[in-house]
């Protein structure tokens, strides 16, 4: 008896290595750790380091823009080099494989498919929802019914509502966060939370027609963020070994889940979206022409419903927070910046071009200045930094990898090097590391200048990833980001508390930023800062596209 089992133990041990060995040689010839090559555990060291971002770039600087990061899994930052070369440039549009790693992937066409990875965005034991779908034909379906509610047409509110949710933003710093200390009242305000809690305010608003209520009561009402903030290990976790997302269906573990039932965390907001969702059917229904009503027209169940919101949710709103409050981290601590935005902000005011109290989503797209801000802070620290995996299509694929072409077996995961992509000084320039607008103006009017920025702007509007896959919600995202940054600036003076150590951050394929702690003081009329006068309004604004095209 004990014989037969060791000789099970050695034959199960056997196909083990058999297998071990196969994978790590089908991807030797791509570069990495070697341990990577093994084993998971590098993939999870890292993706648990709290510096995933960096640790990837590191990656693809030393091996290469496409290199081996785990058993049957790549990582790429390849940008669209070929961009710069025109003949090259034609055949990539007429012919996918000619184009860069990433868009390649996701285009309309394109033979590959998500990975297993995206079962890791599953939010609930039993129901998948748009972003964690790895059946193609699922998610076609379930995205070409969802995406007419994100559009402009369809969302008659829209830029009312983030109208409004800015002002309570603003009126929350003025009301309780100014701080005088000519009057001995001194106080900061952390703007981790503050702009978690507009976007959080925005995105039910959008989505539901109603506020969670962060705003109004200046915290987390439900426990949400804290709730998030105790899942990262799991998030961690499942990001790696996917498989594990199946224990959510062990009666034991489903018991734990948040529920909709629930009076504190995600449970709660669970519950808000079903209660919203609720109250558009039936004889009493609510009828608001908006996001949810978009998506009642085109026959998404009360089930779909409930999950697909919950979604918008989460994608909607760490993204643009963490976009708004490192774009006002960085205008605010560079002077010279901050006196150009407001410098073209006043001008555009004292022009009539820009409504009071908010600029128009119009206006904004119109400053070409806001708009290098804006693109700038995407860049310097792209919103998601999650490996969003694509999968080799059966039989495989040849990669260019820094113009030497590999093969990738079958079934290869290929995940997104965000950070790499965005700080690639070919693309960017020497100074990729630095926050500087002004790269996205054009110099001149020659074509290797207007080729330059072009690149640029292709790159960094991957930022929302691409083409079949590429988010829903740039539309909202990009008219909020256009809208609070000016006006925050314009009526606070934000000066960081502590330059040594502006905030504290754990990268997990977004970002945690804790204790981003700034003084705010009103910006008064007499204020010297934007009096010098911005030269060349003409120049073309390049505002990142919306959404609104899909
Ligand atoms: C600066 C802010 C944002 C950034 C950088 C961003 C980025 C992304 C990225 C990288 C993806 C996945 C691409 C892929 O799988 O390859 C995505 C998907 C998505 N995003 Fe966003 N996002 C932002 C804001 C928003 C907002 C405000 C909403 C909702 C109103 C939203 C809704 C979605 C949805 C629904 C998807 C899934 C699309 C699909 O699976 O077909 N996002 N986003």
């Not at 009493?284 to 419903?305: H, P, V, Y």
């Not at 760490?318 to 901050?338: E, K, Q, V």
């Not at 909020?480 to 997990?508: G, I, M, Y």
């Amino acid at each position: 008896m004990l014989g037969a089992i060791l000789d099970l133990g050695l034959a199960l041990l056997a196909l083990y290595l058999v297998r071990a060995i196969r994978t790590y040689y089908s991807l030797s010839h791509f570069g990495g750790h070697w341990v990577a090559g093994w084993s998971r555990l590098w993939l999870l060291r890292t993706q648990g380091s709290g510096e995933m971002n960096r640790r990837f770039t590191e990656v693809n600087r030393k091996y290469g823009s496409t290199a081996r990061i785990a058993p049957g899994m790549l990582i790429t930052s390849d940008v669209c080099q070929s961009f710069s070369l025109p003949i090259k440039s034609i055949l990539s549009l007429l012919q996918s494989d000619f184009a860069e790693l990433f868009r390649r992937m996701s285009a309309v066409r394109s033979p590959f498919t998500r990975g297993r990875w995206y079962a890791a965005l599953k939010l609930h034991p039993d129901r998948d929802n748009i972003t964690s779908y790895v059946d193609e034909h699922k998610h076609a379906a379930i995205r070409t019914r969802m995406a007419p509610g994100y559009a402009g047409k369809e969302n008659v509110h829209l830029e009312a509502d983030i109208d409004e949710q800015l002002l309570k933003f603003l009126d929350l710093i003025s009301s309780k966060y100014v701080a005088q200390p000519e009057r001995d009242i001194f106080r900061t305000v952390d703007l981790s939370q503050v702009t978690s809690y507009f976007t959080l305010d925005v995105i039910s608003k959008v989505a539901f027609g109603q506020t969670f209520g962060f705003l109004d009561h200046d915290q987390d009402p439900f426990g949400y963020l804290a709730n998030l903030a105790q899942m990262l290990p799991a998030v961690i976790v499942f990001g790696v070994y996917t498989e594990l997302t199946n224990i959510m269906k062990l009666p034991a573990v489903k018991a734990a889940l948040p529920k909709s039932s629930d009076k504190r965390g995600l449970g709660r907001v669970m519950g808000f979206a079903r209660d919203r969702v609720q109250e558009r059917f039936g004889p009493k229904a609510i009828r608001r022409q908006d996001m949810l009503d978009a998506f009642i027209k085109r026959g998404l169940t009360q089930e779909e419903l409930e999950s697909e919101t919950l979604t918008q949710i989460t994608a909607g709103s760490d993204s643009t927070a963490s976009a708004l409050r490192m774009t006002l981290h960085f205008i605010s601590t560079s002077p010279p910046i901050l006196d150009r935005l407001l410098a073209e902000a006043r001008a555009g005011i004292e022009q009539g071009k820009i409504s009071r109290p908010i600029i128009q989503d119009a206006e904004a797209r119109q400053l070409p200045y806001l708009q290098a801000c804006i693109k700038e802070g995407l860049r310097i620290y792209p919103p998601v930094t999650g490996l969003m995996a694509k999968m080799v299509p059966e039989g495989g694929a040849m990669i260019d990898v820094d113009g030497v072409e590999k093969f990738a077996p079958g079934r290869t995961q290929i995940g997104w090097n965000s950070w790499g992509m965005m700080h690639d000084p070919v693309v960017f320039g020497a100074d990729a590391e630095i926050y500087r607008p002004e790269r996205w103006l054009v110099r001149d009017e020659s074509e290797k200048e207007s080729g330059r920025v072009a690149r640029m702007n292709e790159t960094v509007t991957l930022c929302f990833g691409y083409g079949r896959f590429g988010c829903l919600g740039r539309g909202v995202a990009t008219m909020e980001l256009n809208k609070a940054v000016v006006e925050t600036l314009l009526r606070f003076n934000l000066q960081s508390c502590n330059l040594a150590k502006p905030f504290d951050e754990k990268v997990v394929g977004f970002y945690v930023h804790t204790d981003m702690n700034f003084v705010v003081t009103e910006r008064s009329s007499g204020d010297q800062s934007g009096l010098v006068r911005l030269e060349g309004d003409k120049v073309d604004a390049g505002a990142l596209a919306g959404a609104y095209e899909e």
